[in-house]
């Protein structure tokens, strides 16, 4: 509320050395920014047509698909149209046709997205309008500025719209008995586009007399495979070659371009040349290339004895001529024991199978497509004159990332397939990183892409699927996974750490493993703040770090390793159950032992730093003299107490109620009544109920999730959605 904020806002002032400036005998109205804000009953609509049908020679399946979901932001929405169509034809008893197409549209509204964080930083202390009917975007002290989130709501424009075209056509040719060729062609069309408009009515807008851009990517994809099979069988034997030739190439366009300085907000962005000043205008275009040859061989020995072989070499453009090539074979074999003449037929194992695999695979994703060579980008003008310099430093050497990992497995089904289990064991290591390396600004550049390093993954995977109760009546089936995963750099150049961020690459740790300073506690008093710290204004209340290198100072040096983001082990639980014609649905979804680093809570959290709203727990909880708190720190502006640390590093363990959904299906002789095949109805809820002592949104969030090297940090995106849904299947 306001009058706690403001009572906490002046303690931080005076305790950063300066005087109050509320009125603490006042009790001003409080603006609920996150209730003001929120769409707290959003709507989702999804509607779906599907036809199919044809004769001996002709099949086809038509889908129309209609989505709509409000955001639980207001003004956030996403409109999504699809259209579907499948056609396969046979010519002859020898050649078959095939033609796919896939065509959606999403319309997305993002301007919710800019508020998630500020409606929780926003002073609960100030009114939505002022006076004169514009939004407040300033404290009534002049302290802070901001962008309101009721007027961004109102008034801002960020819409995203992609379209995306799948096409694919295919000829198979059946030329001789065991023996056809495939050959297929595809292109993926994506066209997206991105117009804003930030008015003047926002203050970021105002500082500029309103601001439009508009952003157009799009890219091309097409994919030529060529695949020749053969198959055949003899005695107990079974055999299956291929081989084939697949190509494929991308092309990028971008632009974009703005104005500011608009005279009004009419026209938004829908002229920018009404604006009195343009910013730069940006192309690029860029391409990628990948050819692949492969071939693979599966012998079958009477069902017991399996084996797999295959080999493939790819060649792209990504890399330098050299190195553009890269050969990945693989082996894999299974004995099927319980085959076997002296494998008990009559115990309790009906199914027993041991498998084992080597493979080896390359990555060249992460990395843009001209990293091997030199880039020049114009713009570096020098002594009036005109001129392009060198931005991207060349690295022939790059090369593919590649892995070999060894799986053990063993397949068993007990009481005659009643339960299911599989297990795997697995060894995975990857050679010849691919990462941008920073460098030392003293060379001119911020990073080279390199191949900097190697890792190692081990881990277990472990399932059961059992019919704990099968008769007419009722039936419940439950299946079971869970997997462990450790990981470990194992080299890097010059086996030197490299810092990223607030993680850091160390050869025997994690890969991402977070790194920055960890917290040690309040001090309770100035006695035990260390001399230099006191120096710098450190006082009683402060956040106390480990001093690893006891210098009794904070430095870089002071940083450490402090947690991973990858889980100990995670896993699903899948219940369901049938009574009669109803059917009850229960998945569940846990990750244990991972970290999340909580970078969007660093304001809300920081207690008076910038003036911010707060969490009411971190607010009410706050160090405010000797022993009343170990873990939270006073009322302070002090960059001390904000810096990155295991302070807002928490546990990102989670059991959740991912769906539960509860379906009834129509008699028979009531759908025969109604001339229809099927009708089933249902009750859906998704995101039911989370179980976890993470304080943030979602615990199941993270920052560049594709990328292990910064993963498990929340930048406060929007969470996944709670979602009731209500609908029925109808099959004629």
């Keep these: 509320d306001s009058r706690s904020f403001e009572k906490l806002a002046n303690e931080a002032l005076v305790n950063s050395g300066g005087a109050a400036i509320y009125d603490e005998s006042l009790t001003p109205a409080t603006t609920d920014w996150q209730d003001l ?17 044809g004769n001996d020679k002709t099949t086809f399946l038509t889908s129309f698909n209609y989505f709509n979901q409000e955001g639980v932001i207001k003004a956030s929405e996403m409109k999504k149209y699809a259209f579907r169509a499948n056609i396969d034809h046979k010519i002859s008893s020898t050649i078959n046709l095939g033609l796919s197409l896939t065509m959606t549209k999403v319309d997305n509204n993002r301007v919710g997205n800019s508020v998630l964080q500020s409606r929780l930083t926003t002073p609960p202390n100030l009114p939505v309008m002022q006076d004169d009917g514009s939004y407040t975007f300033s404290d009534n002290n002049g302290v802070i500025t901001f962008d309101n989130p009721v007027g961004v709501i109102n008034e801002k424009v960020d819409w995203h719209t992609n379209f995306r075209s799948l096409n694919n056509a295919f000829v198979e040719w059946n030329i001789i008995k065991g023996l056809k060729f495939k050959s297929s062609f595809g292109i993926d069309i994506d066209y997206a586009t ?33 695949i020749l099979t053969y198959t055949n069988t003899w005695g107990v034997h079974s055999f299956t070659g291929m081989v084939g030739y697949t190509q494929q190439q991308s ?34 275009v860029k391409k990628w290339a990948l050819n692949s040859y492969l071939a693979r061989v599966n012998y079958t020995v009477n069902n017991k004895y399996l084996l797999t072989a295959s080999i493939r070499a790819d060649g792209s453009s990504k890399f330098a001529d050299g190195n553009q090539w890269g050969t990945f074979p693989s082996v894999s074999g299974a004995w099927r024991i319980s085959n076997e003449s002296f494998f008990p037929k009559d115990g309790i194992i009906s199914d027993l ?9 390359g990555n060249q994703e992460g990395i843009g497509n001209y990293d091997s060579r030199s880039l020049a980008n114009g713009g570096h003008n020098y002594n009036g004159q005109d001129g392009i310099a060198i931005t991207t430093l060349a690295n022939p050497d790059l090369k593919w990332e590649k892995s070999d990992q060894t799986n053990i497995g063993l397949d068993l089904s007990l009481f005659n397939d009643r339960v299911t289990v599989g297990m795997d064991y697995f060894i995975k290591n990857t050679k010849d990183l691919l990462y941008d390396r920073p460098l030392h600004t003293t060379t001119g550049f911020s990073s080279i892409t390199q191949n900097i390093g190697s890792m190692r993954n081990t881990g277990f995977e472990f399932n059961v699927e059992s019919h704990n109760i099968m008769n007419d009546r009722f039936s419940w089936d439950t299946q079971f996974n ?47 703040v260390p001399e230099k710290l006191y120096a710098k204004g450190v006082r009683a209340g402060d956040i106390k770090y480990a001093d690893k290198d006891n210098d009794g100072d904070l430095t870089p040096a002071d940083k450490e390793i402090v947690g991973k983001p990858l889980p100990d082990f995670f896993g699903g639980l899948t219940n369901r159950f049938r009574y009669g014609n109803f ?3 229960i998945f569940n979804t846990f990750s244990v032992g991972n970290d999340v680093y909580a970078t969007g809570m660093g304001g809300i959290d920081a207690v008076g730093h910038n003036n911010y709203g707060m969490r009411k727990d971190i607010a009410a909880n706050r160090w405010t003299g000797p022993g009343t708190n170990n873990s939270i720190p006073r009322a302070m502006i002090s960059t001390h107490n904000t810096q990155a640390s295991t302070y807002l590093l928490h546990d990102g363990s989670y059991f959740k109620f991912k769906d ?16 229809i095949s099927n009708m089933r109805v249902y009750l859906s809820a998704q995101n039911l109920w989370t179980i976890s002592s993470y304080p943030g949104y979602d615990p199941e969030v993270s920052y560049s999730v594709n990328n292990s090297k910064t993963m498990g940090e929340d930048a406060m995106t929007v969470p996944q959605l709670r979602t009731f849904v209500c609908g029925f299947n109808l099959t004629f």
């Design 37 to 53: 804000t929120s769409n707290k009953n959003a709507l989702t609509q999804n509607y779906q047509l599907t036809v199919s049908g």
């Design 194 to 226: 991105n117009k804003s408009y930030n008015p003047r009515s926002v203050y970021s807008g105002s500082q500029k007399n309103g601001e439009a851009k508009k952003i157009s990517n799009n890219t091309y994809t097409w994919i030529n495979e060529n």
């Design 251 to 284: 092309a990028y366009d971008g632009f974009n371009a703005g104005s500011y300085g608009f005279l009004n907000d009419n026209l938004q962005m829908n002229n920018l040349g009404s604006g009195t000043t343009y910013t730069a205008p940006g192309s690029e």
């Design 353 to 361: 199978k041991l498998r084992a695999s080597w493979g080896m695979t």
């Design 482 to 528: 869970i997997s462990t995963i450790k990981n470990k750099l194992t080299s890097l150049i010059d086996e030197k750490p490299i810092p990223v961020g607030n993680h850091v690459l160390q050869v025997g740790q994690p890969i991402g493993s977070f790194y920055m300073y960890k917290m040690d506690g309040i001090y309770q008093d100035n006695q035990e």
């Design 583 to 585: 059917d009850l649905t």
């Design 660 to 675: 539960v959904t509860l379906g009834y299906t129509l008699p028979s002789n009531l759908t025969q009544k109604l001339n």
